[in-house]
């Protein structure tokens, strides 16, 4: 059984080869998917090629020491909003120096988050040559089937603004 769905495979793969293309890095700055991000584009060999690497920026003091950004900061955003994550993968992108960055936070669940975040949440973040934010709702409350739903939303979303670039 595998940890990578045959979806995140194929979206890894068309994500692989666009940035291997382009000759453009990418890391991720994740945090209620756990790493699950990160471990999918690690599966597919040659990943060295565009994946620098990741953290799950899961709590606030993690954050704090990697991006700058808090408890404090998180309460002025009003928790997990797509401005306050791609906040985070900005800070996360100038501090790595890779082109692309790409983050998540939430509520993976079974619970509401602190800010009040519906269990099934999660803020998407896009930063690069183009930056794209949005949030996501699964509907769902199990904490695993969210983590895998949220790794391949990102995913699915990193894929469509690479898409708009070479369209651009």
């Known amino acids: ?16 080869a666009i940035l291997t293309r ?7 700055a994740e945090s209620s998917a756990g790493g699950l991000i990160s471990a999918c584009l690690l599966s597919i060999p040659g990943a060295s090629s565009f994946f620098v690497g990741g953290s799950v920026l899961y709590s606030y003091q993690i954050r704090k020491e990697i991006v700058g950004m808090g408890k404090e900061e998180h309460r002025i955003y009003g928790g997990s909003t797509p401005e306050l ?9 100038e501090k790595i120096g890779t082109d692309w960055v790409i983050g998540e936070g939430g509520a993976a669940g079974p ?7 519906n269990a099934g949440y999660t803020a998407l973040a896009v930063a690069g040559p183009i930056n794209r934010a949005k949030s996501i709702e ?16 990102l995913l699915n979303f990193f894929l469509d603004v ?4 070479e369209t651009s």
């Open 22 to 28: 382009a000759k453009e890095t990418l890391s991720v």
């Open 162 to 165: 690479l898409k708009e670039r």
């Open 1 to 16: 059984m595998s940890f990578v769905t045959v979806e995140q495979m194929n979206l890894v793969k068309d994500i692989a």
């Open 111 to 117: 619970s509401k988050s602190h800010y009040g975040h």
């Open 85 to 93: 994550i791609l906040e985070i993968a900005l800070k996360f992108r």
């Open 138 to 153: 699964t509907g769902k409350s199990d904490r695993i089937e969210n983590m895998s739903e949220f790794t391949t939303a």
